[in-house]
């Protein structure tokens, strides 16, 4: 299957999921294919274009083999676009009209994390071999919604999980799976050890860093504000 007929099938499968009042356009750029793909989604269908006059919302940059170790269940799609900051790049690239930020968050997070996910229910796969490196740990975005961000993370020896003096303005929190590890938040250095959680007020530095030969998985909460 080439880009275009992988597309075709999850657009098929997206058109099951989503109402009337679902409205997006996007570009995707398969680089190694050499082929720009519009879709133009509303009624609940997804429309195929080689050319658009109408205003695009988002464009996707990647490659055909980036898409087919999405379709497979590889890495998920937001995986394969996350960042630790807008200016970098990563294998499902994006960019939007209006900069960082579209209009509609809530169109893009709902399109990206269901777009893509053709298996029912959406599943999503957990592991080293499934994540990308961001903010210094293996990381698997979950669910995005506007106001509320989830992710998985593991952090090998001698990984550390942001950097000093990082903050954020949101509410978060992490919980430790397994493993142990040492964790600066605010100005407490504390040691952390799975089956405990701990909250990281917004503004506040937070740092996780793993010194040990055994992975220390956890799970990342960020909900509020700007998050």
Not at 95 to 121: A, C, L, Q, R, W
Not at 134 to 157: D, E, Q, T
Request: hydrophobic share 35%.
């Amino acid at each position: 299957m080439d880009a275009r007929d992988i597309l075709k099938d999850m657009a098929c499968k997206f058109e099951k999921k989503i109402d009337n009042n679902f409205n997006m356009n996007v570009k995707f750029e398969f680089k190694d294919e050499n082929e720009n793909v519009f879709l133009l989604i509303s009624d609940k269908k997804v429309h195929f274009k080689n050319s658009i006059s109408e205003e695009i919302e988002g464009v996707f940059k990647t490659t055909g083999k980036v898409l087919k170790k999405i379709y497979k269940g590889e890495i998920t799609a937001f995986t394969a676009a996350g960042k630790a900051n807008v200016s970098d790049s990563a294998p499902l690239d994006w960019e939007f009209k209006d900069g960082y930020v579209p209009k509609n968050m809530d169109n893009f997070y709902y399109f990206i994390m269901h777009f893509f996910n053709t298996s029912k229910p959406e599943r999503i796969v957990l592991g080293e071999n499934h994540a990308r490196k961001v903010h210094g740990g293996n990381a698997i975005p979950l669910y995005y919604y506007p106001g509320m961000r989830s992710a998985w993370y593991m952090l090998k020896n001698g990984e550390q999980m942001n950097e000093e003096g990082e903050t954020d303005p949101f509410h978060q929190a992490v919980i430790i799976i397994s493993g142990k590890g040492v964790a600066k938040i605010g100005d407490k250095k504390i040691e952390i050890k799975e089956k405990e959680s701990y909250y990281i007020p917004p503004g506040s530095e937070q740092i996780i860093l793993n010194k040990n030969e055994e992975p220390l998985v956890l799970i990342w909460l960020a909900w509020g504000e700007k998050a």
